[in-house]
């Protein structure tokens, strides 16, 4: 038996970095795997049961290995609208949180990211684990040139508890105070007590929170969590629901060397008003003009067989895409897949598995939400 | 943790080979190996009657993390695959060396099972790895 395809995980030999749960995944027999550098859980027996207790109960995954900036100072606001593809003067409430891109000069996506207005001289920013420290180094360069500073609040636990009963389990143990805010609470909104932060955003296509909270009381709230029923999920199956939700992940649907417009986060591109200039705007707008020759796309494999990341797509018209994520839809019992692909794709492909033509089907990239299929299968 | 049963021998790509009293032998993946998969979701099987040399290519098991090829561990004929990975490919996680099986091969040549692993051999190798 050889592994034909490389694992989702991949090997280092840096030194392996550890969050504040490493020993509570360990007791709970978490099958631990290098991911980007972090000793992180990819399960704790089945990835498929973890998947499905997020669709239909709650589930809890450690993503304490992601980075949290923020920033703070009289000019906050002028720079997140410089540095962003997205437009933080969306953000009108206190604790309202938007997606976006960052981006380089030539619109290659440098991260994706979560942005939160905590009030107008105060923003937090949640990026990803892999690209923390080309992100801190773009951030802090670009913050030169404006009255801001910058802070990576490396000492916070991040703990995702995701499913439709997340709510309810996490505001019955939550602090008292913040159990009552947490409870009020619009979708990709958050409150805050203290150093204790709630955030109703995820990455599973369930409802549910993120929550920071400092490192000394991440183990205890873990351990209140797997008490109240909350089932301990690995990065396995969160790789798997936010595949089905259609969500990009940075580094495999989407680097710098692609643009949002062709990576299907067009949405999350800002071009109104007209005068923002934003980082990578103008080669945006030069890109915009000439018009896109590639799509983003969903899949799904109408034979058997599991779609995998890097597979060439083959279109009617003998043009070929490739798949940026694939992988076995627990929920819908098919392999789904986002692809990049030629325009000019129909209804239907051919997939290239292994020497192999198979048939596919081209759907919306996104393929489950709230529990329930969205597309027709 | 994985077991490894003595009553077979193992290939170094993780292969089980069992000689059975009927001088076949049959064939499926080690404990250690569907551990390390995590999830099968899909099995391809090789066909009735094809033929087989040691150490080719002859099925495909997929997971929620990869796909894996499974060599012959002898050189023979298949003259059985076990159907019932078709649906419920779970068998291999819940059962590697019982009912998740995968295929039995009519070996021309039961010495070839000599170069393959013993049971401590094999477990050498694992913790090696």
Redesign the interface.
């Known amino acids: 038996?050889?592994?034909?395809?490389?694992?989702?995980?991949v090997l280092r030999n840096e030194m392996i970095r550890k969050t504040i749960l490493n020993d509570a995944h360990r007791k709970l027999g978490a099958?631990m795997v290098d991911f980007g550098g972090w000793d992180m859980p990819?399960?704790y027996g089945?990835?498929?049961d973890e998947h499905h207790v997020v669709r239909n109960s709650v589930g809890m995954f450690d993503v304490s290995h992601m980075t949290v900036i923020d920033i703070h100072g009289p000019q906050a606001k002028l720079f997140l609208q410089y540095l962003l593809a997205n437009d933080v003067a969306k953000l009108t409430r206190q604790g309202k949180a938007l997606y976006s891109c960052m981006l380089n000069e030539s619109a290659g996506i440098i991260d994706d990211l979560i942005v939160y207005f905590l009030d107008d001289e105060n923003y937090r920013l949640v990026v990803n684990a892999s690209t923390r420290e080309k992100d801190l180094a773009w951030i802090e360069e670009q913050a030169k040139s404006f009255d801001v500073s910058v802070s990576e609040r490396s000492q916070l636990a991040m703990i995702a508890v995701q499913g439709p009963k997340a709510r309810q389990k996490v505001c019955s143990i939550l602090p008292e105070r913040l159990g009552l805010s947490a409870a009020e609470i619009k979708p990709f909104s958050a409150c805050w007590f203290g150093e204790w932060f709630v955030g109703r955003t995820g990455y599973t296509g369930e409802d549910g929170f993120e929550i920071m909270l400092p490192e000394d009381k991440a183990e205890g709230f873990w351990n209140q969590l797997l008490q109240v029923g909350v089932k301990p999920c690995g990065l396995?199956a969160r790789d798997?629901l936010r595949l089905e939700a259609g969500m990009s992940l940075y580094g495999q649907d989407m680097d710098e060397n692609q643009n949002p417009l062709e990576s299907g986060l067009a949405w999350t591109v800002a071009w109104q008003p007209n005068d923002r200039e934003f980082i990578g705007r103008a080669a945006l707008d030069a890109i915009k003009r000439q018009g896109l020759n590639s799509k983003f796309v969903g899949l799904l494999l109408e034979e058997?067989?599991?779609l995998?990341g890097h597979q060439p797509v083959v279109l009617d018209d003998g043009s070929v895409g490739e798949i940026t994520s694939g992988?076995?839809s627990p929920t819908m019992a098919r392999?789904i897949a986002l692809a990049r692909v030629p325009a000019s794709i129909g209804e239907t492909c051919k997939i290239d598995m292994?020497g192999k033509l198979k048939e596919a089907t081209v759907v919306k990239p996104c393929f489950v939400r709230q529990g329930e299929i969205q597309i027709d299968v | 943790m994985s077991n490894t049963p003595d009553d077979r021998k193992y290939a170094d790509s993780h292969e089980w080979a069992l000689l059975e009293a009927d001088g076949n032998v049959r064939v499926g993946i080690s404990d250690h190996a569907q551990e390390l998969l995590g999830d099968l979701v899909f099995v391809e099987l090789p066909e009735a009657g094809q033929s087989v040399g040691k150490g080719d290519e002859c099925s495909v098991v997929e997971s929620v993390k990869a796909a894996s090829d499974i060599y012959s561990p002898v050189t023979g004929e298949i003259i059985a695959i076990n159907d019932a990975l078709e649906d419920s490919p779970e068998a291999i996680n819940e059962s590697a060396y019982e009912d998740g099986w995968i295929f039995i091969v009519k070996p021309t040549d039961t010495s070839e099972l000599d170069e393959l692993l013993d049971a401590d051999g094999y477990q050498n190798l694992i913790e090696d790895e």
């Open positions: 038996m050889v592994f034909a395809c490389r694992p989702f995980f099958r990819v399960n089945s990835q498929i396995g798997t058997k067989g599991v995998r992988g076995y392999s292994r």
